[in-house]
């Protein structure tokens, strides 16, 4: 994780670009910060990359924090930014349970070898994204995007069918075309 490279955009070579202003990048550094103060441990600190040439820009390095717990600021909060947070439990059902009292739901992923376990997880989390050992839920953009509970904002998801019809005007068009013509009559029932 250390060794992703921040810088602009326009540098193919970076993994990470800046954030969107510096509103964000500090209230990201804000979040590592009150985790930090509140005993979690930064294995790998993002909160001030070395960018030549663009030390003002809003950036955040790739920031791993271990041993945060439900009760800490950062655990509640989604952090649209680079950082991973690891939340250590004894068992996948105290994972499950904790992935599901939470007030998001956007994504989440399962490591396993297990497929009974992985189906399960699948099948019972209370989650809008899925990911089983793939590090992103939705890997491609035509899959539907979007989370459950306070992750959905609105009544549609970002990608997949969702945004088609977002950006669709859609139109339902019911016809019968009986044999004889419409001299038959007209007929008020549904024909079945």
Not at 30 to 41: G, L, P, R, T
Not at 151 to 164: E, I, K, M, T
Request: hydrophobic letters at 35%; a negative charge; one cysteine or more.
């Amino acid at each position: 994780m250390a060794g992703l490279k921040v810088g602009p955009y326009s540098d193919p070579d970076n993994d990470f670009g800046p954030v969107i202003t510096r509103e964000h990048q500090q209230k990201i550094i804000d979040y590592i910060n009150h985790a930090e103060q509140q005993s979690a441990e930064i294995v790998v600190d993002g909160r001030a990359p070395d960018v030549a040439g663009h030390e003002h820009g809003f950036y955040i390095g790739g920031t791993l924090i271990d041993r945060v717990t439900p009760d800490m600021e950062s655990y509640h909060a989604e952090i649209f930014g680079p950082v991973l947070q690891v939340i250590r439990v004894d068992s996948m059902q105290a994972a499950m349970d904790l992935i599901d009292a939470h007030e998001y739901g956007n994504g989440t992923c399962i490591f396993t070898r297990d497929g009974e376990a992985a189906r399960y997880f699948s099948d019972h989390i209370k989650v809008g994204m899925v990911g089983i050992n793939i590090p992103l839920p939705v890997p491609v953009a035509y899959h539907s995007f979007g989370g459950w509970k306070r992750s959905l904002f609105g009544d549609l998801h970002a990608y997949g069918p969702d945004a088609v019809r977002f950006y669709t005007k859609r139109k339902t068009i019911t016809q019968r075309w009986p044999s004889a013509g419409i001299r038959e009559g007209v007929l008020f029932s549904m024909p079945t």
